[in-house]
């Protein structure tokens, strides 16, 4: 990682995994920026950046992501959303992004002008009412993935009149962040916490989806599409993405694969490179590698 901030400019990009509308293809004042990422891979982590001038709005449809802004971290799952503020230095961190889908959004803070069609008034109400969040992490409300979902077909279209209905959408996306910021964080059911705690507490066991959903007191369906619904993410992935971050501080503790694998209750070192790899892009030895380029035990 780079040991000084770049100012951070995203480019047009339309691939399976990732798609980005910048405003010269969107046209829409007052928004500088708006995409969408899906990937099943870990990617590489974000580098110390800001954005000049332009709040950032990341909302995590599921997955699990990690943001940093000075000494501080913000861990995010499915249906999270955060936001940085104008010229905020942020990043992910040292270690690749695991695996997860996203939306994400620049908004400019500096011009009110036709803001989203808004009167000045308005818009820097709207804009006043942003910087005044406190807390950077915002619960948001199911629908919220199929507003942005809408926004985001409604820019694809191309047409005036498709950027006209995005903008006013990103109008009410904004009031929905600002009123969602103001109430008290947003908790999971007293039933899947019970199964989040029992995960957390007991991620070096093998963990079964039957054995969670007696602890949940749930039929083994129900269970999972509620974990997900409640979480936003599935059961084995949170399962996972917790081993690995585990996996991490052990191979640093004992710099050895087969041990940590086998402690962790993985089947296989090999069903364990496989998961490993999947949310870090790295496999175990080349992660000890990383760490200490010389005395260090694979096997």
């Not at 705690?197 to 749930?218: D, F, G, P, R």
């Not at 209750?265 to 760490?291: D, G, H, W």
Request: overall charge negative; some cysteine.
């Amino acid at each position: 990682m780079q040991d000084y901030p770049i100012e951070w400019y995203d480019s047009f990009t339309d691939t399976n995994e990732r798609k980005i509308f910048t405003e010269q293809e969107h046209k829409i004042p007052g928004l500088r920026m708006i995409g969408y990422h899906n990937t099943s891979r870990a990617i590489a982590p974000l580098n110390l950046h800001y954005h000049k001038d332009c709040f950032e709005i990341h909302y995590l449809l599921q997955g699990n992501l990690c943001f940093s802004v000075g000494n501080r971290i913000y861990p995010l799952s499915g249906g999270d959303l955060f936001i940085t503020f104008p010229n905020q230095i942020h990043y992910t961190g040292d270690m690749p992004m695991s695996p997860h889908e996203m939306y994400w959004m620049q908004i400019k803070a500096n011009d009110i002008r036709r803001f989203l069609y808004m009167e000045p008034e308005s818009a820097a109400y709207v804009l006043e009412q942003l910087n005044q969040i406190q807390n950077q992490v915002v619960k948001m409300e199911h629908g919220t993935a199929g507003m942005l979902k809408e926004i985001f077909a409604s820019i694809s279209d191309g047409t005036e009149l498709g950027r006209i209905q995005a903008s006013q959408m990103l109008g009410c996306f904004l009031c929905r962040i600002v009123k969602n910021a103001s109430l008290p964080s947003g908790t999971i059911a007293p039933d899947i916490s019970r199964a989040v705690e029992y995960i957390t507490e007991h991620i070096e066991e093998k963990l079964s989806m039957e054995q969670l959903a007696q602890v949940s007191m749930l039929s083994v369906s129900r269970f999972k599409l509620k974990f997900k619904e409640q979480v936003g993410t599935s059961p084995r992935n949170f399962i996972n993405f917790h081993k690995i971050e585990a996996a991490k501080r052990k191979l640093q503790e004992n710099g050895n694969v087969t041990q940590t694998a086998m402690e962790l209750n993985f089947s296989s070192s090999t069903y364990f490179s496989s998961v490993f790899r999947r949310f870090t892009s790295e496999s175990p030895t080349a992660y000890l590698k990383s760490l200490s380029p010389v005395n260090f035990d694979p096997e």
